[in-house]
């Protein structure tokens, strides 16, 4: 039986004091107190910028001994470069601090914008550029350029990395696209999108990586306990076959937090 980790997107919004987070909490405790009711999140700011050692060591410290995180690659590799030269621009997202995570490094996420058609020449490229092990993630960030300082180059010890790409474009329920996930061991994101991006459901690696982003509205939309209870059956079927990881991204109406608690508890 593989482990089941389940939590959401992201911790920053707004939206969510005084409504999950307590009234009063200080803004540097709200990390802390999540991760108290979920049992992973993804770090989002990593997708929009490059984040510093720093901040990756703070929020290790400020979690349980066994919490994990999940690291949103950089929408600059995704989106600006749409993945070409990934062996220089992967330097330097892995030395910005992803390894001070250090046991509590989970999958790299990395999500592709919605006009990324399925090339499979480039995907092999990427997929060939990524490190499978935080030791080769560490000599490939020993690449980095002067956009990062300071750097964190070394890992605590030597642990596989895990790797799931979320697609958006149509293309890609294409046959053969699933085969080069798994030739690759690369885990296909299974996406519930409100019906706006491709729902693909094939298991590619050796653990299922799921974001709920609202089930009838993108973002908004919280999950009614049946369909909660679907979710919950399906991750119990993953979960028998490896590991599975949950991310609810439906943050805008405080949902999110109130899913992710809600999975756990049925999973359990």
């Known amino acids: ?19 999950f ?7 540097k405790r709200e990390l802390d107190h999540l991760s108290r009711q979920v049992t992973s999140v993804e770090v989002n700011g990593s997708f929009y910028s490059l984040q510093r050692p720093s901040s990756y060591l703070r929020w290790a410290g400020q979690t349980p001994d066994d919490f994990v995180f999940a690291v949103k690659g950089g929408r600059f590799i995704t989106h600006l470069k749409r993945l070409r030269d990934s062996g220089d621009t992967l330097a330097n997202f892995f030395a910005s601090g992803v390894l001070a995570l250090g046991p509590k490094l989970g999958p790299i996420l990395w999500q592709l914008p919605p006009t990324l ?3 499979p020449d480039l995907l092999v490229e990427f997929f060939g550029n990524l490190p499978r092990t935080t030791t080769a993630a560490a000599a490939l960030a020993t690449r980095h350029d002067e956009r990062v300082d300071p750097a964190w180059t070394t890992t605590d010890a030597d642990r596989p990395l895990r790797h799931a790409l979320e697609v958006r474009h149509p293309s890609f329920t294409d046959p053969r696209f699933p085969d080069l996930l798994r030739e690759h061991g690369i885990a296909l994101v299974v996406a519930d999108s409100a019906g706006r991006f491709p729902h693909l459901e094939d298991v590619t690696a050796d653990f299922v990586y799921v974001r709920l982003h609202g089930a ?12 909660l209870d679907e979710w919950a059956a399906k991750v119990r079927a993953w979960a ?13 109406k405080v949902m999110a937090p109130r899913d992710a608690m809600a999975l756990i508890r049925k999973v359990e």
């Open 117 to 119: 058609r399925f090339e």
């Open 240 to 252: 028998a076959r490896g590991d599975v990881f949950v991310y609810f991204d439906n943050d805008v």
């Open 21 to 27: 987070y307590p009234q009063g909490l200080a803004r």
């Open 1 to 19: 039986m593989g482990e089941i980790r389940v939590g959401t997107s992201g911790w920053v919004y707004p939206p969510w004091r005084g409504v």
């Open 216 to 227: 009838d509205e993108l973002y908004v939309s919280g999950y009614t306990d049946e369909g």
